[in-house]
């Protein structure tokens, strides 16, 4: 296990011990433990599995956790989650989902997030999954975040997926408002004979509206990824999308970046890059002192920083 994955590893296992303030814990599609703060309130949905967070207006400084724990074989959970941001608001939402599975049947999480924004909020979302288990059942995540940005509001999504997934289809769709902002960094790893899907779609819709996205992945082995992002600028809105993989071993990347200017003041930009490490990085750090395999580890570890 790298450093990397140590480090995810630590982020989850850190989600069990929730701090003071909003939580909400999930665990093997039960709720294990929940606490409203006079800022944030959280509540079971009416009509289907999942939880409603309201931030208030104003609210400043609030940090809410939505952890979501699975550890039962052939277990399969499908949550929804809305989040209702406040005017003016400024949070950070934690989320995540950590599977261990020891038997031979698949268990797997879909969750299906939802933001409504307000005028001039702020939201910085952090996502990390990991998955491990020592049999051959199968660890499967797939989440959907569905992004609506009101004027003037911003948010920062923060994803990383660092081995233990067998499988997984990531979703993000966006709609941005008027001089409203989404900046997204990922970071997936890929080993094994593993797949990893991630799609995005954001709509440049608002004035002065812009959108960052950028994903760096590393694909080892036989495994797979597939990534795809479409921009629509139909605005005067600035947008840029960047895909930077490492492929190692037999493994196999596809990039697909699509931006659409369907308005004159449109500025897009896409990028897209694979390729292996390079052999002088290499040479350099063995140099140092580190064999092949450290070199290796140390340069993807920096890659996904």
Do not use: W
Request: a negative charge; glycine letters at 8%; hydrophobic letters at 35%.
């Amino acid at each position: 296990m790298n450093s990397t994955e140590k480090e995810l590893l630590k982020i989850i296992a850190d989600m069990e011990d929730i701090p003071a303030g909003a939580y909400n814990i999930r665990s093997n599609g039960a709720l294990e433990s929940r606490n409203s703060t006079e800022k944030v309130e959280i509540k079971d949905k009416t009509d289907k599995s999942g939880s409603d967070i309201t931030v208030r207006a104003n609210t400043k400084g609030e940090t809410v956790h939505i952890p979501v724990i699975i550890d039962k074989g052939g277990f399969t959970d499908l949550v929804y989650n809305d989040f209702i941001i406040g005017d003016n608001a400024d949070v950070t939402i934690m989320a995540g989902c950590g599977i261990h599975n020891c038997s031979d049947k698949q268990s797997g999480h879909d969750g299906i997030h939802t933001f409504f924004i307000g005028k001039n909020a702020r939201v910085k979302y952090i996502e990390r999954h990991y998955g491990d288990g020592d049999k051959s059942g199968k660890r499967v995540m797939n989440p959907t975040t569905v992004i609506n940005i009101g004027e003037n509001g911003y948010m920062e999504m923060e994803t990383a997926q660092i081995k233990g997934i067998d499988d997984t289809t990531r979703i993000t769709r966006a709609s941005i408002e008027k001089g409203g902002t989404l900046v997204i960094h990922e970071k997936i790893m890929t080993n094994n004979t593993q797949h990893a899907a991630t799609d995005f779609s954001v709509d440049l819709n608002g004035e002065n509206s812009s959108a960052n996205v950028v994903s760096r992945s590393v694909a080892c082995d036989s495994s797979t990824q597939t990534f795809k992002s479409n921009i629509n600028g139909n605005n005067l809105c600035s947008g840029h999308t960047e895909c930077d993989a490492i492929i190692m071993d037999n493994a196999k990347v596809s990039a697909i970046p699509e931006i659409n200017a369907n308005h004159i003041d449109a500025s897009l930009i896409h990028e897209a890059a694979i390729g292996k490490i390079a052999g002088e990085q290499l040479i350099k750090l063995m140099t140092l002192g580190l064999d092949e395999k450290q070199a290796e580890e140390e340069i993807i570890n920096g890659f996904l920083k």
